[in-house]
């Protein structure tokens, strides 16, 4: 039985930070690209980041880069979002998501598994 849960989740002042991990079991981890969306109250779901199954190569969506960075322990089924000098619009549901091969996307619809999600909540 495929599991996502994620952790890390809060209230944060604008400016500072939260790490979120996201635990994955039931599948091979390595073998898949692991993909972090959000979803604000009132918005459509979206793309944050993606790192492949290796872990060699990252992207992000455009409004992150250079504050968020996501990683992965294969050792460890984990992945992470490290979320750096935050923003009150930066406030929304976090998912991550195992994406259905190895590079992954910016589709969510290319991703099959999905965690419950964990509420990041930054404060102006």
């Known amino acids: 039985q495929v599991q996502l849960v994620e952790s890390g989740g809060g209230l944060v002042q604008a400016g500072g930070s939260l790490r979120l991990s996201c635990a994955a079991s039931g599948f091979t981890f390595g073998a898949k690209a692991m993909g972090w969306f959000r979803q604000a109250p009132g918005k459509d779901r979206e793309f944050v980041a993606r790192?492949?199954?290796?872990?060699?190569?990252?992207y992000y969506v455009d409004f992150v880069k250079g504050r968020f960075t996501i990683s992965r322990d294969n050792a460890k089924n984990t992945v992470f979002l490290q979320m750096n000098s935050l923003k009150p619009e930066d406030t929304a549901v976090y998912y991550c998501?195992?994406?259905?091969?190895?590079?992954?996307?910016?589709?969510?619809?290319?991703?099959?598994?999905w965690g419950q999600g964990t509420q990041v909540t930054v404060s102006s």
């Open positions: 790192i492949i199954g290796g872990g060699g190569s990252t």
């Open positions: 998501a195992a994406a259905r091969g190895f590079y992954g996307s910016s589709d969510s619809s290319l991703y099959d598994y």
